[in-house]
């Protein structure tokens, strides 16, 4: 989508990456709860949208992965919560289907422009 080069596309096309990379990260964390020593990792997610917001140009770094601290782990070390990366994964799927919900509507807009254009 870096092709079409307005704010809104460029915000959304960031947002769908950071979503997708916040999905990896979720479904990591569930596919390791039974590993000894594994520990929960999240992206800043809120963190990387002010960065894109703010002109940060987002598209030479990927989102930062950090450790998540104060969740309990485990006698084997493992702090995975299955009930928390479920409720994370729901809540980026929304987000997500939201996402491409928005830039549908702008591609909506833009399908109207070229065709008012062309009358």
Same mark, same amino acid.
Do not use: C
């Given at each position: 989508?870096?092709?079409?080069?307005?704010?809104? *596309?460029?915000? *959304?096309?960031? #947002?769908?990456?950071? @979503?997708?990379?916040? !999905?990896?990260?979720?479904?990591?964390?569930?596919?390791?709860?039974?590993?000894?020593?594994?520990?929960?990792?999240?992206?800043? #997610?809120?963190?990387?949208?002010?960065?894109?917001?703010?002109? #940060?140009?987002?598209?030479?770094?990927?989102?930062?992965?950090?450790?998540?601290?104060?969740?309990?782990?485990?006698?084997?070390?493992?702090?995975?919560?299955?009930?928390?990366?479920?409720? *994370?994964? @729901?809540?980026?799927? *929304? !987000?997500?289907?939201?996402?491409?919900?928005?830039?549908?509507?702008? #591609?909506?807009?833009?399908?109207?422009?070229?065709?008012?254009?062309?009358?």
């Amino acid at each position: 989508m870096s092709w079409l080069n307005t704010a809104n *596309l460029l915000l *959304l096309e960031r #947002f769908l990456d950071v @979503a997708s990379m916040r !999905q990896t990260l979720v479904t990591t964390n569930l596919a390791n709860i039974d590993t000894p020593g594994y520990h929960t990792r999240d992206v800043d #997610f809120r963190g990387e949208l002010q960065r894109a917001m703010s002109g #940060f140009d987002t598209g030479a770094t990927s989102p930062f992965v950090l450790p998540v601290r104060g969740l309990v782990a485990r006698p084997d070390g493992n702090n995975v919560s299955a009930d928390r990366e479920s409720m *994370l994964l @729901a809540e980026v799927q *929304l !987000q997500f289907k939201s996402a491409a919900s928005l830039i549908r509507a702008e #591609f909506s807009q833009l399908n109207t422009a070229i065709k008012e254009g062309q009358a």
